[in-house]
């Protein structure tokens, strides 16, 4: 048994509002009503669809953009978390200071 069926339209809107919401898979596609497996499926035939558009001069294709923003938002995480351990070490370590008798 197929399961429902959606039009164009709607998947290509499921996909915009995927990638502009900033919002998980899991949420959006919880949001609207279908499976995280169809929104996943929909944006990758959606990205190979502009690959097989984007002309022959182009830089990068937006599959490849894509990985791209996914890799630079990882590093971003990253060196947020580390900013944030620096914060702490740099108040543990300036109260450890304050609390020692001069030389």
């Not at 919880?30 to 097989?52: F, I």
Request: aromatic share 6%.
């Amino acid at each position: 048994m197929k399961g429902k069926r959606y039009s164009q339209e709607f998947k290509d809107d499921a996909v915009r509002h995927w990638i502009k919401s900033g919002q998980s898979a899991d949420e959006v596609a919880r949001g609207l009503g279908v499976t995280t497996w169809s929104l996943r499926r929909w944006k990758a035939q959606k990205l190979h669809e502009m690959d097989g558009n984007a002309a022959a001069g182009a830089e990068m294709k937006p599959s490849e953009m894509e990985a791209e923003i996914r890799r630079l938002r990882k590093e971003l995480r990253e060196t947020q978390e580390q900013r944030e351990i620096l914060k702490k070490a740099v108040i543990f370590f300036g109260q450890d200071s304050q609390r020692k008798p001069p030389l």
